[in-house]
Nanobody, 116 residues
Framework: QVQLVESGGGLVQPGGSLRLSCAASGRIFSINTMGWYRQAPGKQRELVAAITRRGSTNYADSVKGRFTISRDNAKNTVYLQMNSLKPEDTADYYC??????????WGKGTLVTVSS
């Protein structure tokens, strides 16, 4: 059984930084795309950033220049470095991994709160 576990969320002041991590365990074969979504209260879940196995990335316009996604294929782990955080970045952040068969695996989420 595959499990994704996120870590690194918490409370941070505006302008601060956080680094999220998400590690996969269990029998997961050849992960292609890894990504991060977020969902704020009362809003739909939205894509924040994604990275392919070869390292190609894409970002939501709202986080470009502030967030950086990276991955460690040997460790089946994806990271999200978040800088210059804003109150509107407050949300539950979920990681997702898609394997070569197209199966998506989701983490349970980690809460990021940006507030003074």
């Amino acid at each position: 059984q595959v499990q994704l576990v996120e870590s690194g969320g918490g409370l941070v002041q505006p302008g601060g930084s956080l680094r999220l991590s998400c590690a996969a365990s269990g029998r997961i074969f050849s992960i292609n795309t890894m990504g991060w979504y977020r969902q704020a209260p009362g809003k739909q879940r939205e894509l924040v950033a994604a990275i392919t196995r070869r390292g190609s990335t894409n970002y939501a316009d709202s986080v470009k220049g502030r967030f950086t996604i990276s991955r460690d294929n040997a460790k089946n782990t994806v990271y999200l470095q978040m800088n210059s955080l804003k109150p509107e970045d407050t949300a539950d952040y979920y990681c997702v991994m898609r394997d070569s068969s197209g199966m998506d695996y989701w983490g349970k989420g980690t809460l990021v709160t940006v507030s003074s």
